[in-house]
Nanobody, 118 residues
Framework: QVQLVESGGGLVQPGGSLRLSCATS????????MSWYRQAPEKERELVAA????????TYADSVKGRFTISRDNTKNTVYLQMNSLKPEDTAVYYC???????????WGQGTQVTVSS
């Protein structure tokens, strides 16, 4: 059974930090590129950050460059999102996504709420 379980969300003040984790099981983690998406109320889901299968390349949305860092541990089947200098506009539900390019397949986590507010 495939599972992607996000954790680490919560309420944080502007300028604060959070570290999201996405623990996975049920598929070959190292064969999947991993991403974090977010969706704010009444907005479309958007890509925040992505990392290749080996973790040797990353991409970021312009809005989070220099503040967020995506990483993965293929020994723990887990992907992380370190979020620093958080802003109120970062408030959203954050989703973990796994994507396999060859014989395409993808999976989503259930999401974790991040709220940035004073």
């Amino acid at each position: 059974q495939v599972q992607l379980v996000e954790s680490g969300g919560g309420l944080v003040q502007p300028g604060g930090s959070l570290r999201l984790s996405c623990a996975t099981s049920g598929f070959t983690f190292s064969s999947y590129a991993m991403s974090w998406y977010r969706q704010a109320p009444e907005k479309e889901r958007e890509l925040v950050a992505a990392i290749t299968r080996a973790g040797d390349s990353t991409t970021y949305a312009d809005s989070v460059k220099g503040r967020f860092t995506i990483s993965r541990d293929n020994t723990k089947n887990t992907v992380y999102l370190q979020m620093n200098s958080l802003k109120p506009e970062d408030t959203a539900v954050y989703y973990c996504h796994a994507r396999r390019v060859i014989n395409p397949r993808d999976y989503w986590g259930q999401g974790t709420q991040v709220t940035v507010s004073s």
